[in-house]
C-alpha cells in the first residue's frame, strides 16, 4: 500500500485540521452545559433505496444519505461537494473532450463513464424523485431545494436498473408544505461570487400546496488568457475570456394536490439555464508529433514571423512556449457553453389497501445546446470542436407496487419500466485549412428500453431476513450518422489525390446502425439483526449496454460499435449505531467481477474512440463514522480502498497502436485511487437566547489515481489533501444566519478530467478551482 499523504502544504492542510480538530475538542468541555440544548443523538435518515420508506440502518446496502439539515449545516451548494462525504465516490463536472461546464463524470468504487456522447451510456445513474436522468449533459448538478440525497454504491440493476452498474445517486426534493413560508439565501465570495437562492411554500387550499425555488450562480473563471491586448487585436478581435467560470439559472416548481387520504397527485417542473465559457482546460504536454513537428514548423515560418507580423515582435512558438501552467492559456477557438435543460414529471401515489401502495411515475426531459472547444489549447488551428446543435430528450413511465403478505413477514417491490429516448449531436471539427474540416451533419440516436422487476424480503424469524429479487431488460439501439470531411489544399498528399473542397464520407452516407441486448440482472442478501447492529451479506450484478462511435478521422466501411459491461459483486458488510446513537459505524468489503469494461481512448490520428479494453477486479473496503462525544460535538470520517487492476485485456485494435495508449494488465482503471476520504470535525454553541453559533473543519485525502483510461504521464494525479473551514451564526427561531468560509484553504491543485490525445500531440488538462473564500446570510419567514 503506498502513502496517501504528501509533503509541503499538503502536511500543512492536515496540520490545520488535525489543530482545528484539537481547538474544537478542547473547548467541548468547557461548554457543554451551554450546548445542551443542541442536539446530542445521531438523527435517523429514512431511505426509499428500496422502493420503501426505511431507515438507512435497517437497510442491507451500501449507502450514503445526506438530509437537507446536514447539507445546509455543511454549507454545500452541489453533488460534487455532496459527493465527497461518501467513500469511494468521484464526481467531476465537466467530461473529458466535451469542453461543456455541465457534463458530469460519475465514478463510484471505479466503475463509471468519462465520455457525454449520446452512444455511451453512464455507468452510475442518476435519479430525481425517482426519474432517471439519462445524460450528463445539463444534468442536475445543484443541491436545489432537496429533501435528501442518498448514493447508493455497488451494482443497482434488480430495483434502479438500466447503467446502475456502479452505483446510483437518488435526489429526493422538498414538498410544499401546508402553511405559507420559505427562505432567502444570497452568498458574496472571491472571484466574482454572486449566489442567490430561494424558496417559498404556498398553500392553494385544504389539500393542495405549491413549492416554487429559484437559484442563481454567477462566478468568474480562474484560467487566464495569455495572449496580450496587441496580440488580440491581430488575431482578428478573437474573444479571449477566463475559462472555468459560472453563469447559471435554474427553477423548480412542485404542486401536490390530495385527492383523498389515500390518493394523491405530484406535479413537478424544472428548468435550468446555463452561458458560460468552457471547463477550466489548459495544455499540460506536448509529444513528439504533429504538434511540435509540421504544425509548429508552418506556424513559425508562416504564420507568426517578425517579418509577417513585425508589430509583435518576435513570437516564434516553439512546444514549451504553449504550455503556460495551471492558470493561463493560450487557447485562442471559440470556448463556450449554452444549454437549456427543463423536465416535468406527474407522480400518482394510491394506498390501495393497507397492505399495497401502488404508484405511477411519467416523465419528460428535454435538453438542447451548444459547446465548442479548441482542443489543443495553442495558438495554432490545429483541432477545434463545435457540437452546434445538441438536442435530446427522453419519456419514462413506471409503474411500482409495494407491500407486505403474510402479517408482513413477506414485504415486496415490484414494477414495469418504459424509457424512450431521442438525440442528435451533429459536429464540426476544423482541422488546419490544408487538411480541410470534418462535418457530421446527422448524429441521430433512438433508444428504447423495457423492464420488468420484483423483489421480495422474507423475515424467516425476528432479527433474521432473506431478500431476494431480479429485473429484465431489453435494449433496443439505433444510430444513423452521417460524416464526412471537406478536403483542403494538402489533400493530395493525405485523400488520393482529391482536390481541395472534396466530400469524402468517412462513414458510408446515412449509415444505420442497430443493437439489441438483452439481461437478467439478480440480487439476493441475507441480514441479521441484534438490537442496534445490522450484519449483511449480498450478491448482485450490474449491466450497462454497449453502443455506438460517432467520431472518425479516416474513411471506415461502416460505423464501429462497442459490447456492454458486467458486473458481479459479493459484498458483506455491518451498520451499528450504539451509546444511545451517539456513535455510528458503517463498514462494507466487497469484491467485483468487472467485465467488458467501456473506455475511451484516442486512436492514431486523433479521434476519440470507445472500445471494450477488458476485464478487471475490483476489492475494496468502505468506513463510515459519526460520533457524539459531547453534546455540541460532531465528528465524522469516511475511508475508502480499492485495489483494482485488469484480469483480461481484449486485442487493441490497429486504430490504437501507438505505445502510450496500449492498455495492459498493469494500467490502473480510472478515477479509482487506493485510498480516498475526508475528516470532519463540527461544534455548535448554543446561546442562552436560542441561537446557535457554529464551527467545523472538512478535511479531504486521496491517494495517487489516472485520470484516463491508458495513464497517461500528463494526467496521472499524485496524492491530495484539501481543507475547508467554516463559522456561522443562527439567529433565535433560525430567523437569519451568516456563515463564513473558505474552500481549499491551502490551495491546493489537482487534476479533476483531462484527455491525452498523442495522435496529434497535445494534452489538456482540467485542474479544480483555487482558494476560495466568502460569506452566506440567509433568512426564513
Do not use: C
Not at 459560472?246 to 385527492?259: G, T
Not at 514549451?320 to 477557438?333: E, K, L, P, V
Amino acid at each position: 500500500m503506498k502513502p496517501f499523504l504528501t509533503s509541503g502544504a499538503s502536511d500543512r492542510a492536515l496540520g490545520l485540521a488535525l489543530a482545528g480538530a484539537a481547538l474544537l475538542a478542547a473547548a467541548a468541555p468547557a461548554v457543554a452545559q451551554e450546548a445542551a440544548g443542541s442536539s446530542d443523538t445521531i438523527e435517523e435518515i429514512v431511505v426509499t433505496a428500496q422502493k420503501r420508506n426505511e431507515n438507512m440502518q435497517s437497510t442491507p446496502i451500501a449507502i450514503s444519505a445526506f438530509t437537507a439539515d446536514a447539507i445546509s449545516r455543511k454549507g454545500l451548494s452541489d453533488i460534487q461537494q455532496v459527493s465527497r462525504l461518501a467513500p469511494n465516490v468521484s464526481f467531476d463536472f465537466t467530461s473529458p473532450i466535451s469542453g461543456a461546464s455541465n457534463a458530469a463524470s460519475v465514478f463510484i468504487r471505479g466503475i463509471g463513464q468519462q465520455d457525454f456522447a449520446l452512444t455511451t451510456d453512464p455507468g452510475v445513474g442518476t435519479y430525481v424523485d425517482g426519474v432517471y436522468v439519462s445524460r450528463s449533459v445539463g444534468g442536475v448538478l445543484d443541491v436545489l431545494d432537496i429533501e435528501r440525497m442518498e448514493i447508493l454504491r455497488g451494482p443497482q440493476g434488480t430495483l434502479f436498473g438500466r447503467n446502475t452498474i456502479g452505483g446510483a445517486i437518488s435526489i429526493i426534493s422538498k414538498m410544499p408544505e401546508k402553511e405559507f413560508g420559505g427562505s432567502l439565501e444570497a452568498s458574496l465570495g472571491n472571484y466574482g461570487r454572486r449566489y442567490l437562492r430561494g424558496s417559498v411554500s404556498l398553500p392553494l387550499g385544504p389539500d393542495t400546496a405549491v413549492r416554487i425555488s429559484v437559484s442563481s450562480k454567477d462566478k468568474n473563471g480562474f484560467v487566464k488568457s495569455a495572449y496580450t491586448a496587441q496580440q488580440k487585436s491581430l488575431l482578428g478581435g478573437t474573444p479571449l475570456t477566463d475559462l472555468g467560470n459560472e453563469n447559471r439559472q435554474a427553477a423548480r416548481m412542485v404542486l401536490v394536490h390530495d385527492f383523498s387520504d389515500r390518493f394523491k397527485a405530484t406535479l413537478s417542473g424544472d428548468y435550468s439555464r446555463l452561458r458560460e465559457n468552457n471547463a477550466a482546460d489548459r495544455l499540460a504536454g506536448i509529444t513528439g508529433t504533429l504538434a511540435d513537428g509540421p504544425l509548429v514548423f508552418a506556424y513559425n515560418t508562416f504564420g507568426s514571423t517578425p517579418s509577417v507580423i513585425p508589430v509583435i515582435g518576435n513570437d516564434r512558438y516553439t512546444p514549451a512556449n504553449y504550455i503556460t501552467g495551471r492558470d493561463r492559456t493560450y487557447s485562442t477557438g471559440p470556448n463556450g457553453s449554452s444549454i437549456d435543460a427543463w423536465g416535468t414529471a406527474l407522480t400518482l401515489d394510491f394506498e390501495a389497501s393497507e397492505n399495497l401502495s401502488i404508484k405511477s411515475i411519467t416523465a419528460y426531459r428535454k435538453t438542447t445546446g451548444s459547446f465548442n472547444r479548441d482542443a489543443d489549447g495553442s495558438p495554432l488551428v490545429i483541432t477545434e470542436t463545435s457540437n452546434y446543435g445538441y438536442r435530446h430528450k427522453q419519456f419514462t413511465q413506471e409503474l411500482q407496487a409495494v407491500g407486505d403478505v403474510a402479517d408482513g413477514a413477506v414485504k415486496y417491490a415490484a414494477g414495469l419500466f418504459y424509457f424512450d429516448e431521442k438525440g442528435s449531436d451533429p459536429l464540426v471539427v476544423r482541422l488546419p485549412e490544408v487538411v480541410g474540416t470534418i462535418y457530421q451533419d446527422i448524429a441521430d440516436v433512438r433508444n428504447k428500453s423495457y423492464a420488468a422487476y420484483a423483489q421480495a424480503t422474507w423475515t424467516i424469524v425476528d432479527g433474521l431476513s432473506l431478500t431476494a429479487g431480479g429485473r429484465y431488460t431489453k435494449d433496443k439501439k439505433r444510430f444513423v450518422s452521417d460524416q464526412y470531411i471537406v478536403t483542403g489544399s494538402a489533400s493530395p498528399f493525405l485523400f488520393g489525390g482529391a482536390p481541395a473542397g472534396t466530400l469524402i464520407p468517412l462513414v458510408p452516407r446515412n449509415s444505420v446502425t442497430t443493437q439489441s441486448f438483452e439481461k437478467f440482472s439478480p440480487r439476493a442478501s441475507v441480514d441479521y439483526r441484534i438490537g442496534d447492529v445490522l450484519v449483511y451479506g449480498s450478491y448482485s450484478k450490474g449491466f450497462k449496454s454497449g453502443g455506438f462511435n460517432l467520431r472518425y478521422v479516416a474513411p471506415r466501411p461502416s460505423v464501429l460499435s462497442f459490447g456492454p459491461e458486467n458486473a458481479t459483486t459479493f459484498e458483506v458488510g455491518t451498520k451499528i449505531d450504539a451509546f444511545d446513537r451517539k456513535l455510528r459505524l458503517n463498514l462494507a468489503a466487497f469484491t467485483t467481477d468487472y467485465k467488458g469494461i467501456q473506455v475511451t481512448v484516442f486512436e492514431n490520428l486523433g479521434a476519440p474512440v470507445t472500445l471494450n479494453a477488458g476485464d478487471a477486479r475490483i476489492k475494496g473496503f468502505e468506513a463510515e463514522l459519526t460520533a457524539i462525544p459531547l453534546p455540541g460535538l460532531e465528528l465524522t470520517a469516511n475511508l475508502g480502498y480499492l485495489d483494482s487492476h485488469y484480469t483480461a485485456i481484449r486485442a487493441n485494435p490497429a486504430l490504437v497502436s501507438t505505445p502510450e495508449q496500449i492498455i495492459s494488465r498493469s494500467t490502473r482503471l480510472p478515477k479509482a485511487p487506493e485510498w480516498q476520504g475526508t475528516i470532519s470535525a463540527a461544534y455548535t454553541y448554543t446561546l442562552g437566547n436560542d441561537a446557535r453559533l457554529d464551527a467545523r473543519a472538512d478535511f479531504h485525502f486521496s491517494s495517487r489515481y489516472a485520470n484516463d483510461a491508458v495513464n497517461s504521464r500528463f494526467l496521472n494525479q499524485k496524492a491530495y489533501q484539501t481543507l475547508g473551514l467554516s463559522a456561522g451564526y443562527a439567529a433565535p427561531n433560525r430567523r437569519w444566519s451568516l456563515r463564513l468560509f473558505v474552500d481549499n484553504l491551502t490551495d491546493e491543485r489537482y487534476i479533476v478530467s483531462g484527455d491525452s490525445n498523442y495522435g496529434i500531440g497535445f494534452h489538456e488538462a482540467n485542474y479544480n478551482r483555487p482558494r476560495e473564500w466568502g460569506a452566506t446570510l440567509g433568512f426564513t419567514f
